[in-house]
T-cell receptor
């Protein structure tokens, strides 16, 4: 059973506009959420994270928003650049045990020049 | 550039072969992980090593045997694999894995793409 879901397999955005990637989770014990970016033939690269005690974390062009009541998080990229084109994975874990990450199925972002 | 190095990048082996996947990190991380990723699927956790001790084995068949010789190295020994074991094997590392500690992200290598004939 998929505990972390990314319901949009793909997203296309014009260069300079905002990209919004969404993620939903079912496990209320999750308290740490991450976004990874993956290029072909490379491993996932850590992008940004957020703890459950916050509702927003910003790092340059990337902002992650967390809505705990809705069990929903989103990644905003603004302005989007062609180099942002990649597959983005949402991931989550909890503090009850070892650092086991649960991944979503990914969203392929294409930024059109 | 990834700070987690995996070798080899590609591996083709028969079902009777014995081979090993290697992973190395020099970031001082004390938790290391093996994940398996099938095509168009998310990575799935296989093993977790915490301070060089195996702390999680996610019901992985015994034909996969992990080893952590020291805090920088993680191996995955393979023997008598099946065709369905063909996948991308990802290694990751993170700072202290202690429950209740401040969360730290996992950093991944580029993976070993394994094909079983």
């Amino acid at each position: 059973d998929q505990q972390v879901k990314q319901n949009s397999p793909s997203l296309s955005v014009q260069e300079g506009r905002i990209s919004i990637l969404n993620c939903d989770y079912t496990n209320s014990m999750f308290d740490y959420f991450l976004w990874y970016k993956k290029y072909p033939a490379e491993g996932p690269t850590f992008l940004i994270s957020i703890s459950s005690i916050k509702d927003k974390n910003e790092d340059g062009r990337f902002t992650v928003f967390l809505n705990k009541s809705a069990k929903h998080l989103s990644l905003h990229i603004v302005p989007s650049q062609p180099g942002d084109s990649a597959v983005y994975f949402c991931a989550a874990n909890d503090q009850t045990g070892a650092n086991n990450l649960f991944f979503g199925t990914g969203t392929r972002l294409t930024v059109i020049p | 550039d990834t700070e987690v190095t995996q070798t080899p990048k590609h591996l083709v082996m028969g079902m009777t072969n014995k081979k090993s996947l290697k992973c190395e990190q020099h970031m001082g991380h004390r938790a290391m992980y093996w994940y398996k990723q099938k095509a168009k699927k998310p990575p799935e956790l296989m093993f977790v090593y915490s301070y060089e001790k195996l702390s999680i084995n996610e019901s992985v068949p015994s034909r996969f045997s992990p080893e952590c010789p020291n805090s920088s190295l993680l191996n995955l020994h393979l023997h008598a694999l099946q065709p369905e074991d063909s996948a991308l094997y990802l290694c990751a590392s993170s700072l202290t894995p202690l429950p209740g500690s401040i969360n730290q992200p996992q950093h991944f290598g580029d993976g070993t793409r394994l094909s079983i004939l």
